[in-house]
């Protein structure tokens, strides 16, 4: 079993930055794979990126490539999404995920979720 809380996000203003953190409960911390996803109100809830078990793999969505940065301190039991460039479109309800199931892309692969982080991007 694996609790994640979500914590960082805010309001800001476009061409801003945000961190968010994921803070996971467990000692399996390192045998997940750590993915955040986004949904917008009226919106499916979106892949973002993902990291592997190890950090050495990662993959962005192209929305997000060359401004978001995924990074992960298992020591910590902690995952981190660093949001540069941010844009109005980038406002959503921000969730980390946990899978087993390597790098997945879709919502189905994830086992556990967090309860989510509002962003607002105003422009």
């Known amino acids: 079993q694996v609790q994640l809380v979500e914590s960082g996000g805010g309001s800001v203003q476009a061409g801003g930055s945000l961190r968010l953190s994921c803070a996971a409960s467990g000692r399996t911390f390192s045998s997940y794979a750590m993915g955040w996803f986004r949904q917008a109100p009226g919106k499916e809830r979106e892949f973002v990126t993902v990291?592997?078990?190890?950090?050495?793999?990662?993959y962005y969505a192209d929305s997000v490539k060359g401004r978001f940065t995924i990074s992960r301190d298992n020591a910590k039991n902690t995952v981190y999404l660093q949001m540069n460039s941010l844009k109005p479109e980038d406002t959503a309800v921000y969730y980390c995920a946990a899978t087993r199931s390597g790098l997945g892309l879709g919502v189905r692969n994830y086992d556990y979720w967090g309860q989510g982080t509002q962003v607002t991007v105003s422009s």
């Open positions: 990291i592997s078990w190890s950090g050495g793999s990662t």
